[in-house]
Structures are given as C-alpha cells and as structure tokens.
Antibody, heavy 121, light 107 residues
C-alpha cells in the first residue's frame, strides 16, 4: 500500500533553515508529481510547492518563492523541501502528497501524516 | 489566485439525511475541482476528482457535480462515519487553492 512518511520538522528560530523529507513507498515514485501542503494553527489547507515526476518542473506559493526549494531523488524514493529564511507565518504541519494520476493532474490521492514545523524565537 | 468559497460553514444533519455542500470559485476552474474528507487526526481523503469522478474505493453515496465556478458535493444518505470536515480544491491554475471547509456535524 502507498505510504508517505514525513520527517525533519521541529522548532526553529526565525531566519533559520530546516529541511523536510518524505519517504515514499508502495507505488512507482518516479512516475508521479509530488507536492507539499501545509496547515497552520487554526488555519485551512495551503498548497506550498509541486515537483514534476522527473524533477524538471516546479511551482511554488508566492510567499515561499525564493526561500523554499522542492526536490526529489527518484533513486531513493524521497521528496524534500529545503526551507530557508523561515518566518513565524511558516509555522504549520507540513504534508507531502501524491498526485492521483501518473498522467498529471494536481489532485492528491495519498497524503502523509505530516511533520510539525514551529518557527519561534 | 483563485479563491474557493465553501458553504455552509457547518451543516447539521442526522444520519440517513442528504447532505449538499457547495464550493464556489472566484473564476472558472473548468472541471478541475476535487473534494476531500478529513476526519480528526487523519490525513485528507480524496473523494471526488475533476468535479464528478469518484476516487478509488469511495462509496457511491458520494457524488460531485458542477463546472466553471459552481460545484456541489452530495452525500445521498449520511452514514455515521461521514460526519467530518470537507474541503474543495482547484487545480486549474497556480497556486493550487483549497476552500475553507464545511463541517458536517450530527444534529
């Protein structure tokens, strides 16, 4: 069965960096686009970034552009999110999510359980 | 950015009743809209993709309709496990956006 397991969350001061990882299993990772979605405290779901199946195409939420970098290693079935210059408003649970179709199409049929990032001084 | 507005915010119904949830987009998203269910402590579950297609394993009591800017999720007869939070999400343009959610609660 499909499994997505996030790691790397924690408490970090504003302006510092953190790297999240998502270990994928149970499907052909290299065939699917992958996303990061977050949910801040008391907030709704907010899409953060996407990377195409082969890593050639990425998109970001405007508020994280230039600070966050999404990447993937298809040989290790791993998705990553490098987060630099963190702000208090980046505090959230971060989920990795798999696209529902290998033909593309950014709806998500599997999600991880999330990893909590807290940005606080 | 496309804003998705869900209504009502809360729907109070009894088991066996029909639930009708609405999602309105600030501009056309064609049929590129999905619905998710979220139970407490769980990750979101894809119910409907591309407006009207049930995802794998989703019961037939869940159906989606609409196109352009107005969409509906219908649960034909509520089961106890259906009392949860529901979100819509568009994939028509970047950034992807979610609605604020509708909570279906037991009356």
């Amino acid at each position: 069965q499909v499994q997505l397991v996030e790691s790397g969350g924690g408490v970090v001061q504003p302006g510092r960096s953190l790297r999240l990882s998502c270990a994928a299993s149970g499907f052909t990772f290299r065939s699917y686009g992958m996303h990061w979605v977050r949910q801040g405290p008391g907030m709704g779901l907010e899409w953060v970034a996407v990377i195409a199946y082969d890593g050639t195409n990425v998109h970001y939420l405007d508020s994280v552009k230039g600070r966050f970098t999404i990447s993937r290693d298809n040989s290790k079935n791993t998705l990553s999110l490098q987060m630099n210059s963190l702000r208090t408003e980046d505090t959230a649970v971060y989920y990795c999510a798999k696209e529902y179709s290998s033909s593309g199409g950014s709806h998500f049929d599997h999600w991880g359980q999330g990893t909590l990032v807290t940005v606080s001084s | 950015e496309i804003v998705l507005t869900q209504s009502p915010a809360t729907l109070s119904l009894s088991p066996g009743e029909r639930a009708t949830l609405s999602c309105r987009a600030s501009q056309s998203v064609s049929n590129y809209l999905a619905w998710y269910q979220r139970r407490p402590g769980q990750a979101p579950r894809l119910l409907i993709y591309d407006a009207s297609n049930r995802a794998t394993g989703i019961p037939v009591r869940f159906s989606g309709s609409g196109s352009g800017t107005d969409f509906t999720l219908t649960i034909s007869s509520l089961e106890p496990e259906d009392f949860a939070l529901y979100y819509c999400q568009q994939r028509s343009s970047w950034p992807l956006t979610f609605g604020g959610g509708t909570k279906v609660e037991i009356k």
